[in-house]
C-alpha cells in the first residue's frame, strides 16, 4: 500500500490540504505575482490538464484568508497580514459545448450563486449588469476591493473556432461580462484568468489593455504542472517507492517518468515541466499509461485537425519557426500548429536568441503516442485486436532483427484497408493516394514505440522511419512512385545512419517503394552497413490477393 495519497480525483487546494495529499508547493510565486510584482490583471496559458483549476483555487483559498491551509508551505514565511477578500470565482468550464442560450443561462446562474451572498438589484438583467452590481455591493459589504478569479475562460469558444457566425455572437455576449472587469478596475483587488488559448487570440479582453500575459516568461514557467527540480526533491520519495512497485532501480524509474511525461518548456528558458495529471496518475498506479489521452483529447484534436487537408502532425514536429506564426489566432491560422502549441502537443523545445526563432516539439512519447493513436483509428476502419496483432507481430519480428518478416506484416495490413475509405474522409479529400499511404506508413511505424523505440528525426536529417531495438537499428527510407535505389540513395547522401554508427548495435538500412496505384508496397531493399544487400523482396504491381478476403 502507498505511503502517498496523490490527488489524482480532485483539484481542490483545501481538500488536498485537509486529507494530506500531495501537494507541490507553488505559494511562492503566488505570493510574488500579487505583493512584489503587484501585478493587478493576470492572465496564464496552459494546456488542458494542467492544473490550472488547483491554481485558481489556491489563489482563492489565500484571498479568503485561510491561513490554516498553508501551514508547512512557503507563502508562511512571506505573508503576515492575511487580510480577507470577497472572491468571486467563475469556473468556465461548464459553458463548454454550449449554445449560446445555454452559456448565457449558466453564466446568469453562476452569478445568482453569489447575489445570495451579496444581494441583486431587480434593474440588473443582463449577465454584465448583474457582474458589476455584485462587484460593487461585495465591495461595500465587506470593506474590501474584490478579487475575481476567470478559469478557462475560453472554454465556450473553442469548439466554434470554425462556426465564424456562432463565434462572434459568443464572444459578444461574453465581451459583454468580460468588459466589467475593465471598467471596474477602481473596485479590484486582483483578477485572475486561465485558459488554453492566449487572451489576444479570443477578441474577447481586446479593451483589457492592463492584463499582464505570464505565460511565456520564464520565472513563471513553473507555476503549473511539476518541475524537474520538484520531482528531484519534494517528490522523490514518491519515485522511490514507484522505484521499489515496479521492481526498477531509481534511474530506471526517473528515466521512465521522463521518457512519458516530461519535456514541456513555456518560455525561451523555462524550467523542464511535467505534466502533473500523467505524473501524479503514473505514481499513484505504479504504472506508465497514455493518461492526457483518457478523457478525448484525441477526439476533439482531429476535429480540428479536419480543417487541416493537407496535414501531417508528424511533419510539425521539429518545426522551427517565428514566435508570431505559432502565437496568432487559432481561427486565422494558415496551419494547424498554433493550435497544437496552444493546447500541449507541440512545446518549445529550443530558442534561438541571434534568429529570434524557436523549435517546437512533441514534449514526450505520451503526447507523441496519443496522437499517432488518434491517427489510426482516424485514418483505418480496422479493429484495434487486428491492429494490434499487426503490430505486435511486426514488434516481434524487428527485435529478432528480421526487418522484411515486419514489412511483409505491414504489407498484409495495409491491404485489409478498406478501398475507399479516402474518399469517406472528407478532410482527405484534397490529400493524394500518395501522401495518405506514406502517413499510414509512418503511424504504424510510430505505433511500434510501444514494443521498440521508433523515431520520425534523424539527428542530421528528416529520415522517414528510425526503429531501435536491443541489438538493431533500422533506418528506412519510404519512396511513394519511385524506386528503392533512390531511397537508399537519399539515406546515404544525407547522412541518416552516420548518428548511429557508434552506437554499438548493427545498423540496417532499408529503401520502401510504395505504388500509389496498387496502394501498397511493392518493393523492397535491405542493406548493411556497408552496403551489401541483405534481402530484397519485390511483388507485382497490383493489388494483394487478400484484399478479397478483407473487404
Known amino acids: 500500500m502507498s505511503r502517498f495519497v496523490y490527488p489524482v480525483d480532485t483539484d481542490q487546494f483545501q481538500k488536498m490540504r485537509e486529507q494530506g495529499k500531495v501537494y507541490v508547493d507553488k505559494t511562492d510565486m503566488i505570493y510574488d505575482l500579487v505583493n512584489v510584482k503587484k501585478f493587478e490583471y493576470v492572465f496564464l496559458a496552459r494546456p488542458r490538464r494542467f492544473g490550472k483549476s488547483l491554481l485558481c483555487n489556491t489563489f482563492k483559498a489565500y484571498f479568503r484568508g485561510q491561513k490554516e491551509l498553508f501551514e508547512g508551505l512557503k507563502i508562511m514565511e512571506l505573508e503576515k497580514e492575511w487580510k480577507t477578500y470577497p472572491v468571486l470565482h467563475f469556473t468556465m468550464s461548464g459553458l463548454k459545448n454550449c449554445t449560446i442560450a445555454e452559456a448565457k443561462s449558466k453564466l446568469e446562474l453562476f452569478i445568482s450563486d453569489y447575489e445570495r451572498l451579496y444581494g441583486r438589484n431587480a434593474a440588473e438583467i443582463s449577465p454584465g449588469a448583474r457582474f458589476r452590481g455584485l462587484i460593487h455591493r461585495a465591495c461595500e459589504q465587506k470593506g474590501e476591493k474584490v478579487v475575481v478569479i476567470l478559469d478557462e475562460y475560453d472554454a465556450a469558444v473553442m469548439r466554434l473556432l470554425y462556426h465564424k457566425k456562432e463565434l462572434e455572437d459568443m464572444r459578444t455576449m461574453l465581451r459583454e461580462f468580460y468588459q466589467v472587469l475593465k471598467d471596474e478596475g477602481a473596485y479590484l483587488k486582483f483578477v485572475f484568468i486561465t485558459g488554453v488559448t492566449k487572451f489576444s487570440q479570443m477578441s474577447i479582453f481586446s479593451e483589457l489593455n492592463n492584463l499582464k500575459q505570464i505565460s511565456m516568461l520564464d520565472e513563471y514557467s513553473g507555476l503549473c504542472g511539476i518541475t524537474q527540480a520538484e520531482l528531484d526533491t519534494i517528490l522523490h520519495p514518491c519515485v522511490e517507492e514507484y522505484?521499489?512497485?515496479?521492481?526498477?532501480?531509481?534511474?530506471?524509474?526517473?528515466?521512465?517518468?521522463?521518457?512519458?511525461?516530461?519535456?514541456?518548456?513555456?518560455?525561451?528558458?523555462?524550467?523542464?515541466?511535467?505534466?502533473?495529471?500523467?505524473?501524479?496518475?503514473?505514481?499513484?498506479?505504479?504504472?506508465?499509461?497514455?493518461?492526457?489521452?483518457?478523457?478525448?483529447?484525441?477526439?476533439?484534436?482531429?476535429?480540428?485537425?479536419?480543417?487541416?487537408?493537407?496535414?501531417?502532425?508528424?511533419?510539425?514536429?521539429?518545426?522551427?519557426?517565428?514566435?508570431?506564426?505559432?502565437?496568432?489566432?487559432?481561427?486565422?491560422?494558415?496551419?494547424?500548429?498554433?493550435?497544437?502549441?496552444?493546447?500541449?502537443?507541440?512545446?518549445?523545445?529550443?530558442?534561438?536568441?541571434?534568429?529570434?526563432?524557436?523549435?517546437?516539439?512533441?514534449?514526450?512519447?505520451?503526447?507523441?503516442?496519443?496522437?499517432?493513436?488518434?491517427?489510426?483509428n482516424y485514418l483505418m476502419d480496422i479493429s484495434d485486436l487486428e491492429r494490434n496483432a499487426t503490430i505486435t507481430s511486426m514488434a516481434r519480428a524487428l527485435i529478432k532483427g528480421n526487418l522484411s518478416a515486419a514489412l511483409t506484416e505491414l504489407r498484409s495490413y495495409i491491404a485489409c484497408i478498406p478501398y475507399d475509405i479516402i474518399t469517406r474522409k472528407q478532410w482527405m479529400a484534397k490529400k493524394s493516394r500518395e501522401d495518405f499511404y506514406k502517413l499510414l506508413m509512418y503511424v504504424v511505424f510510430s505505433l511500434l514505440n510501444s514494443k521498440v523505440d521508433t523515431e520520425v528525426k534523424s539527428i542530421r536529417g528528416r529520415a522517414d522511419v528510425v526503429v531501435k531495438t536491443k541489438n538493431d537499428i533500422f533506418v528506412l527510407e519510404l519512396k511513394v512512385d519511385d524506386t528503392v535505389d533512390n531511397a537508399l540513395s537519399q539515406i546515404d547522401s544525407k547522412g541518416y545512419a552516420i548518428p548511429y554508427e557508434s552506437d554499438g548495435r548493427k545498423v540496417t538500412k532499408c529503401g520502401v517503394c510504395i505504388s500509389s496505384d496498387a496502394r501498397n508496397i511493392i518493393h523492397w531493399r535491405i542493406v548493411d552497413e556497408e552496403g551489401n544487400m541483405v534481402d530484397e523482396q519485390k511483388f507485382h504491381n497490383k493489388h494483394n490477393d487478400r484484399r478479397a478476403t478483407c473487404l
Not at 510539425?316 to 505559432?326: K, P, Q, T, V
Open 243 to 376: 522505484a521499489d512497485t515496479l521492481n526498477i532501480t531509481l534511474d530506471e524509474a526517473y528515466a521512465k517518468l521522463k521518457h512519458n511525461y516530461d519535456g514541456y518548456h513555456f518560455s525561451e528558458n523555462s524550467q523542464d515541466v511535467y505534466a502533473p495529471y500523467s505524473l501524479l496518475n503514473a505514481l499513484n498506479d505504479k504504472a506508465a499509461k497514455l493518461y492526457w489521452f483518457e478523457s478525448g483529447t484525441t477526439t476533439s484534436l482531429i476535429e480540428h485537425l479536419r480543417h487541416f487537408p493537407d496535414f501531417n502532425p508528424l511533419d510539425y514536429d521539429g518545426a522551427e519557426l517565428e514566435l508570431s506564426s505559432f502565437n496568432v489566432p487559432c481561427e486565422y491560422a494558415a496551419t494547424p500548429i498554433p493550435l497544437l502549441y496552444q493546447s500541449g502537443y507541440l512545446t518549445i523545445s529550443h530558442y534561438d536568441k541571434e534568429l529570434d526563432t524557436y523549435t517546437l516539439h512533441f514534449p514526450n512519447y505520451e503526447v507523441r503516442q496519443g496522437i499517432v493513436s488518434g491517427l489510426t
